[in-house]
Structures are given as C-alpha cells and as structure tokens.
C-alpha cells in the first residue's frame, strides 16, 4: 500500500480510498438492514391476516449516526492593519538617547553631525538605522 513512500507508510491519498471504501461498505450494509427490516415487516402482516396471533413487531436496528453537516465556518480575526513605515539615521548619545535624526538617503550627513558631537561633548555617540512609522 504504501509504493514508492520509502516505508514511510500511508500516504494521504491511501488513507483517502480506504476511508471511501470504508463508507460504502457502510452504505450497502445500512441498505441490506433497511430490507431486512422490510421482509419482518410483510412477515408479521401475513400472520395477522390469519387472525392468529398477536401483531409482531420488528426490531428495528439503529443506523450508525451520520455526521451533523458541513462544519461552521470559523470566526474570522481581522487582520492588522499595515503601518507604513521608513527608514531613518538617528544618532544616541551614550545613554541611548536620541540625538539627531535624518532621513536614509542622508547618512553621510548624520556621520559628519555625529562627528560634530564628539568633537564637542568628548562623549560617546552612535549611529543605528531605525524604521519608524510614516505620520499621515
């Protein structure tokens, strides 16, 4: 059953026809049932005809349950909304503190401003690539 799967097992189509041929044996076995029950039917009919005896009744087999229908569909989450963003230098000073920003195309001048700043403060200072959100 499971060709060319590498003994993996049973792949997903396999389990497909085996559970297809699993229900239509359940079908033709609820059918053979329903005519079983018929045949008892008519035979307690011809004794009561006769007027003898009591008026038999059949057994009845539970069918197997069927299932309740196609499922509900799940409730559907919103999704995010998309926040439009860009692409910023922004210079901190030692305490992560923002001291200059400027736009992406601008990275030499936020180099030669950060520069400025450790000629004057004799501190420390970076430069980080930040993405903030676009104000509309």
Partial sequence: ????????????????????????????EEREDEAA??????????????????KKKAAKKKAPKKPAGPKKPSKRTRTAKEVRRRAVW?????????????????????EVAMAKKVEEKKGTFFLNLIKEEMQE
Wanted: without cysteine; charged residues 45%.
């Fill in 90 to 110: 922004v210079v901190f000073d030692n305490s992560n503190k923002p001291v200059g920003t400027f736009p992406y195309n601008k990275k030499h001048d936020a």
């Fill in 1 to 28: 059953m499971a060709k060319g799967r590498g003994g993996r097992g049973p792949s997903r189509l396999d389990k497909r026809r085996e559970a297809e041929a699993a229900e239509a044996r359940g079908k033709g």
């Fill in 37 to 54: 029950v018929e045949e008892e039917e008519a035979e307690s009919d011809d004794g009561d005809e006769d007027g003898e005896g009591k």
